[in-house]
C-alpha cells in the first residue's frame, strides 16, 4: 500500500522535529546573535503579555477550557497519525497529506495552546525577544504547512475526481513525496521571511503586548518606528498566501462540483463527503487568517478570540470534522483499537 510500501515515511515523520530544533537553535543562537547592533538599540529585551484576560478568575475558566482543548487536540491529531501511520487501507495519496496535515496541526498546537495554558495560571506573563522570535518562526512554519497541504489535498481531490484514468499516474507516490518536501521548503522560506522582518523592528518604548501569543501584529504595534511599509510586507507575505490559497481552493472545488454531474449517485455521495469536509476545514481555518493578515496594524476588538479560533480551535476540530465524515476512517480506528485490545487480553 501507499504508506506500507513508502520506507521513507518515519524519516520523513522525524525530520520536521529535528528540523524544528535546529531553527529554534539556530534562531537563539546562530541568526540572532548576528542581530546583536540591532538588540543594541532597543530598550525592550523581554516581552510581557496581556493575555486573554486579567481577570483571576477568568484566568482559571480560560485555563480550564483551552487545558481540554489542547489535550483534546493532541489526543485527536496522535490518534489520526498512528491510525494513518499503522492502517494498510488508509494508503492513498489523501491519507497522505492528512499525515501531514495531522502533524502540522499538533506542532501548530503546541507553539501556541500550550504557552497559552501555562500563561493562564502564571501572573507575570514573560517571554524573552528570542522565545518570541521562536514562537513567530513556529507558529508561521506550521500554520504555513497546514494551508500548503490544504491545497495539495484539494489539488488530490480534483485529480482524482476530474481526472481518474490518468489519477495513479499523477498523484504517483514519488510525485506526493516531492510534493511534500517543496511544502516544508516552502513553510520554511515564509517563516524566516517573518523573522527577518520581525528582527528590523525597534522596541524603544512599551512591552507590553496585548496578546496571548507573539506574532508579527503584536509586535508592529509596539515597534517604535514607522510601520507603514512593513505592514505592507506582511500582508504581501501573509495575507497574500492566505488569501490566494483560500480563492484557489474555493475555485478548485466549484470545478469539481460541477464535473460530479457525470458520476454515478454512489461515486457523486462518496466525493461529496470528502470534500465537504474539506471545504469546512478551509472555512474555517481560512476565514479568521485572512482577516488577521489583510491588514495587520489595523484593531478590533474581537482579534484576540479570532486568532484564538485558528490557532486553537481548528486544529482542535480538524480530527472531528475528517472522522465524523469519513466512514473508511472509522472502520480503520475500529479495526486498529480492536487488534490492540484483543492482542493485550491475550498476554
Known amino acids: 500500500m501507499y504508506l506500507a510500501s513508502n520506507c521513507s515515511i518515519p524519516f520523513k515523520s522525524f525530520f520536521f522535529f529535528f528540523f524544528f530544533i535546529f531553527a529554534d537553535f539556530f534562531l537563539s543562537h546562530g541568526f540572532l546573535s548576528s542581530s546583536e547592533t540591532m538588540q543594541k538599540n532597543n530598550s525592550v529585551t523581554d516581552f510581557r503579555r496581556l493575555g486573554l484576560t486579567q481577570d483571576p478568575n477568568r484566568q482559571k475558566m480560560v485555563f480550564a477550557i483551552f487545558f481540554i482543548f489542547y489535550v483534546g487536540t493532541l489526543v485527536g491529531n496522535l ?204 472555512v474555517l481555518f481560512f476565514g479568521p487568517c485572512i482577516f488577521i493578515y489583510s491588514c495587520p496594524t489595523t484593531t478590533f476588538p474581537m482579534d484576540k478570540m479570532v486568532a484564538v479560533f485558528y490557532t486553537i480551535g481548528t486544529p482542535f476540530l480538524n480530527p472531528l470534522i475528517y472522522t465524523l465524515r469519513n466512514a473508511e476512517v472509522k472502520n480503520a480506528m475500529r479495526k486498529l483499537w480492536h487488534v490492540r485490545i484483543t492482542s493485550e487480553s491475550k498476554r
Request: aromatic letters at 10%.
Open 79 to 282: 490518534l489520526f497519525i498512528v491510525t494513518i501511520k499503522s492502517s494498510k487501507t488508509l494508503g492513498s495519496p489523501m491519507y497522505f497529506f492528512l499525515f501531514y496535515l495531522f502533524i502540522a496541526d499538533t506542532c501548530f498546537s503546541i507553539s501556541t495552546a500550550s504557552k497559552l495554558t501555562a500563561d493562564s495560571l502564571s501572573a507575570t506573563k514573560i517571554l524573552s525577544y528570542n522565545e518570541c522570535l521562536t514562537q513567530v518562526f513556529a507558529l508561521h512554519l506550521f500554520g504555513c504547512m497546514e494551508i500548503f497541504v490544504l491545497v495539495l489535498m484539494a489539488m488530490d481531490r480534483y485529480v482524482a475526481i476530474c481526472k481518474p484514468l490518468h489519477y495513479a499516474t499523477i498523484m504517483s507516490r514519488q510525485a506526493c513525496v516531492i510534493l511534500i518536501v517543496l511544502a516544508w521548503i516552502g513553510s520554511f522560506i515564509h517563516s524566516m521571511a517573518q523573522i527577518i522582518l520581525a528582527l528590523r523592528l525597534p522596541f524603544c518604548g512599551s512591552n507590553l503586548m496585548d496578546h496571548y501569543c507573539c506574532d508579527m501584529q503584536p509586535l508592529l504595534k509596539l515597534a517604535c518606528m514607522n510601520i507603514y511599509v512593513m505592514n505592507l510586507l506582511v500582508v504581501s507575505n501573509s495575507g497574500v498566501i492566505c488569501t490566494i490559497s483560500f480563492t484557489i481552493l474555493m475555485i478548485s472545488h466549484i470545478v469539481i462540483l460541477h464535473s460530479l454531474r457525470n458520476h454515478s449517485a454512489e461515486g457523486r455521495k462518496k466525493a461529496l463527503s470528502t470534500c465537504t469536509s474539506h471545504v469546512i476545514v478551509v
